[in-house]
């Protein structure tokens, strides 16, 4: 059965349900150029999906050496064909006039094109002279989420044991160090537990701050299909945005910002005080259950609800849902991972699980989400602050094990303590003790917390700027070296994504003029670097993205991360594969912690763990001590009150979020015509009890101001909680006359306002935990917010706001097997 | 009981001065943002820790004084973050971070030394509310020892060596 749908106006498409325990249906999903049909596309590329962190299977139609559109591949476990609306569109701004073609360097203050002899030539003479001067604690790199594993494996490579940097980290740290940190606290390791056919068997599935049906939108239809067949899942949901998901739970909680631990002790409270917790697993997989009854026993829905302001009836019953789920599935995100004690947090959601025994068989799984693409990747490679292939840096075998596969001697791997985290890299150029900073994918002067400080940083004569990407981002505005990359379907590669499912990407189209593959800029720039192993060999002796991959193997062999099983030919041809893939599991391995938690051993683990509140890491005999068997460590929390409260200057909490249509800084997404007009410009949302109180209606232009800056945006009326403030981070300035900053005393960007402030355990920021005022600038005059209608944005009340829909441009065609 | 009165005494004053050491780093250390935020977290404890052991007092006849008022936002608290802020682009302003740290490292270790000598001699009396008290508080005064040693540890190699 075929059918069209205008998939902007409805973003998850047409339904396909299925009961508990059955196979996901298959719905292919196709969109082309309008004017191109099927018949015309010559070439069918296989790729994945880089604007979330799903890893939906796609092929990339080529005709007359162009990208025309997507399908998706109905064979593969992720997606079974089906894609969202920004893979749908996204890939169009591949194709955008504005692509940086040539390098760019700067001279007399403005930055002019030049060739790659003279721009590579400025990086290496630059690297040269600092570590001559200064040493590798001068250099460091800032990566993203958004490049191919070969890509950062190389990177990590280059820093660690070429130049001998500690100061390699990712944006990662924006979207999934809290993730990784709470795995690691909890199971001695990295590695996401459950899997995505979790949600085939489950009958209660509880969303953590994860506006799933936004930010993953083809698991949210997999959600959906199961809402529509037989036996449906119960769903709770913790987030205070009337979000799709919100209003399809069973129980919804909206708490007040910052107070997650105090919400999830409260839960604990309950299933344990309930008898709900299976105590032949707690026994025989655990340690620490009974500090966890004891920090939880005061910690009633009475108390709670006091300090989330959410009805203790409502914890009640949320805490007899997940308490009494056969098979429970919990996901977790940014509402939890950004927001105040996010690691404390986080970990209470794996203790859900352990003191139920919900670990390791069909639909009883943990999955702590990813927000980008190939963040998996970054964390795997070492790039991440982790050492590549989750070894632990406290671990001098470990260390001993990497300097082995690298051929370098373990002194010339920086393990004196822990891999520096970005925000302390943007402290050290700060301070002025960094004075290279490479970032490569990301775009930090619009993404990271307080922005008018990180163009200070970054503008600073002493600190010399290297900005690799696509196009001239207000990032790359500001620095000396404008590398020009390849995007996605320009380049071959592998990634992995928020399940383990790692996919082949392949080149569809050669990149714009001179733009290269970021592997071979990381490669060009270590053959001019020279650099060697212990034995005078080049250290990075791969030559491609294969024969980078083959190095990536040889490093991930043995570790919780094997990849020895994959090679591009048999992800290309078969589709996305989980790991551990090797020997012993070829085709991959759905859910980890079937038969135990054995990466949690003193021996084995990537991490001793570190105290929840202060950020201070365990030492080796601690751990050893505490957990000598390697078992799952079931870690308490006490809750913390958040570090900036509401007052009467700021009455309102200022949380930042995102849309469906967006992805990041909008660098590809505000370049896809469909997606930029579902979402053109920034808006400001309120509930409508606040803005009666504050005499605002829907339209109003509003500034929304704190102690470090102001945003100006439409106000879109929702059914938000009460005292709460939320705007989308996604809107910066490369489509405005100024280009990188805000024209006057208020920007676009929603990071003018929040706080610098991370969490000290996962050194993730916090961009939901902030004190905020807002005030009316000029009414609307009959103008609403430019806030999307089929969101979380979506209007409280009705009338006025036309719905949002993509037209003619936007309709996909979607192929399902016939139904009765 | 002359000399359990005399370690509350001292343990009593020792947290009431890390609550202070702490708060005067985070304001000292506006720039350092993890180094502020966390201070102050940890301030609470021993502000907890002084109010529990002026309650404690009572029971032995000492009259401690409650916990000291929040530190006032006065000109030095003013002084000291706006010189923060002034400051925080220099290098050597690394230096006096580490000597902080350093300067809270042993506060908080003194205090935790006070803690194990209260811990035996409550054993060795029998006295329960003690010991109570001392199982409560001294796991949170090795957190601030362990804190303090953590991020000594982490900073002090780009700290000393990038100057």
């Known amino acids: ?820 | 009981m002359n000399g359990v009165k005399l370690t509350l005494r001292a343990l009593h004053h020792g947290e009431r001065a890390l609550e202070r050491r702490l708060l005067a780093v985070a304001q000292r250390h506006r720039t350092e943002h993890e180094i502020h935020h966390v201070s102050r977290d940890l301030a609470r404890w021993s502000r907890e820790h002084a109010a529990r052991l002026a309650e404690q007092g009572r029971h032995y006849g000492l009259d401690l004084s409650g916990p000291a008022g929040h530190l006032p936002a006065d000109a030095l608290a003013v002084l000291r973050e706006r010189a923060a802020v002034a400051m925080g682009r220099r290098r050597e302003a690394g230096l006096l971070l580490l000597h902080d740290l350093r300067s809270l490292y042993l506060s908080a270790a003194g205090n935790s030394v006070h803690w194990e000598m209260l811990a035996q001699t409550a054993q060795a009396t029998k006295d329960t509310g003690l010991l109570a008290l001392v199982s409560s508080c001294h796991p949170q005064t090795l957190r601030q020892v362990r804190w303090a040693n953590t991020m000594i540890k982490n900073l002090a190699p780009q700290l000393l060596s990038g100057l």
């Open chain 1, 1 to 820: 059965m075929e059918t069209s749908v205008d998939r902007i106006a409805e973003p998850w498409g047409p339904r396909t349900p299925y009961g508990s325990g059955a196979r996901w249906p298959a719905r292919t999903d196709m969109y082309l150029r309008p004017g191109t049909g099927p018949d015309e596309v010559e070439r069918w590329v296989p790729a994945a999906s880089v604007l979330h962190s799903n890893g939906d299977a796609m092929d990339i139609a080529v005709a007359r050496g162009r990208i025309v559109g997507v399908r998706g591949r109905a064979a593969d476990r992720v997606n079974r064909g089906r894609l969202g609306p920004k893979d749908l569109f996204g890939w169009q701004a591949n194709a955008s006039a504005d692509r940086l073609t040539r390098p760019l360097v700067r001279d007399g203050g403005e930055l002019v094109e030049t060739d790659w002899d003279t721009a590579m030539g400025r990086v290496v003479s630059r690297s040269k002279r600092l570590l001559e001067r200064q040493g590798p604690g001068a250099i460091g790199f800032y990566t993203t989420g958004q490049l191919f594993l070969e890509e950062y494996y190389t990177l990590a490579v280059i820093a660690r044991a070429g130049i001998g940097t500690n100061h390699l980290d990712g944006n990662t740290r924006l979207c999934t160090a809290t993730a990784a940190e709470a795995l690691k606290e909890s199971f001695g390791c990295d590695g996401q537990p459950g899997s995505y056919t979790d949600f085939d068997h489950a009958d209660v599935i509880a969303l953590f701050g994860h506006n799933m049906a936004e930010t993953q939108p083809v698991l949210w239809m997999r959600i959906l299909d199961r809402l529509e067949g037989t036996d449906p899942p119960r769903l709770v949901c913790v987030d205070p945005r009337p979000t799709p998901v919100a209003r399809r739970a069973d129980v919804h909680l909206a708490p007040r910002s910052g107070t997650n631990v105090a919400l999830l002790n409260a839960l604990l409270h309950r299933i344990i005080r309930n008898g709900r917790v299976d105590h032949e697993f707690i026994e025989a997989h655990t340690v620490g259950f009974e500090e966890l009854t004891a920090r939880v026993r005061e910690c009633t829905p009475a108390w709670a609800a006091r300090i989330c302001q959410v009805p203790a009836a409502s914890i009640e019953r949320a805490a007899e849902l997940i308490g009494g789920a056969e098979r429970l599935v919990s996901t977790v995100l940014q509402g939890v991972y950004q927001s105040h004690q996010a690691t404390a947090a986080a970990v209470q959601v794996n203790n859900l699980h352990l003191v139920r025994g919900m670990l390791g068989r069909p639909g009883r799984g943990v999955l702590q989400m990813n927000g980008q693409p190939t963040a998996q990747n970054t964390r795997e490679c070492g790039a991440n602050g982790d050492l590549p292939g989750f070894r632990n840096w406290q671990n001098e075998q470990h260390v001993a094990d990497l300097a082995r596969v690298w051929n370098v001697t373990p002194e010339t791997i920086p393990h004196y303590a822990p891999p520096t985290h970005a925000m302390q890299m943007f402290r050290y150029a700060e301070q002025g003790s960094l004075r290279m900073l490479w970032i490569s994918g990301t775009n930090p002067a619009v993404s990271l917390p307080e922005l008018a400080r990180i163009r200070r940083i970054l503008s600073q004569d002493r600190l010399f700027v290297v900005v690799q990407d696509l196009f001239l981002t207000e990032t790359a505005q500001l620095a000396d070296v404008v590398l020009p990359a390849a995007a996605w379907g320009e380049k071959t590669g592998t990634f992995t994504n928020a399940d383990r499912t790692v996919h082949f990407s392949g080149k569809a189209v050669d990149p714009p003029g001179e733009a290269r593959a970021d592997l071979d800029i990381f490669l060009d720039y270590a053959a001019r670097m020279g650099f060697r192993d212990k034995d005078g060999a080049p250290l990075v002796g791969w030559h491609d993205a294969e024969s980078a991959f083959e190095a990536w193997q040889r490093c991930s062999a043995g570790r919780p991360c094997d990849y020895t099983g994959l090679s591009h030919q048999k992800l290309r041809e078969g589709g996305g594969i989980q790991w551990p893939c090797n020997e012993q599991a070829p085709e991959g391995t759905e859910r980890l912690y079937t038969e135990g938690f054995t990466w949690a051993h003193p021996d084995v683990c990537e991490s001793y763990g570190k105290d929840l509140v202060t950020g201070a890491s365990m030492e080796p005999a601690e751990y050893r001590s505490l957990n000598p068997g390697g078992k799952a460590v079931i870690k308490a929390a006490e809750y913390l009150p958040p570090h900036e409260d509401t007052s009467v200057e700021f009455p309102l909490q200022l949380i930042t979020g995102r849309t469906l249509y967006h992805f990041h800084t909008r660098t590809k997404t505000g370049r896809a015509p469909q997606l930029n007009a579902a979402a053109p410009e920034v808006w400001v949302e309120l509930s409508a009890g606040e803005a009666a109180q504050q005499d605002l209606a829907e339209g109003d232009l509003v500034e929304v101001a704190t102690p470090r800056g102001a945003v100006r945006g439409r106000l879109r009326i929702t059914a938000i909680r009460d005292g709460m403030v939320f705007l989308p981070f996604h809107y910066g300035y490369w489509d405005t006359a100024e280009g990188h900053r805000p024209g006057g005393d208020s920007g676009r960007a929603a990071n003018e306002a929040t706080i610098t402030d991370w969490d000290p355990a996962s050194k993730q920021p916090l961009f939901k935990t902030a004190a905020a005022r807002i005030g009316l600038v000029e009414r609307a005059a009959g103008t609403p917010a430019p806030a999307p209608t089929t969101t979380a944005s979506a209007p409280a009340g009705t009338g006025g706001v036309p719905s949002t829909t993509g037209g003619p441009q936007a309709v996909a065609l979607h192929t399902t097997e016939g139904r009765p």
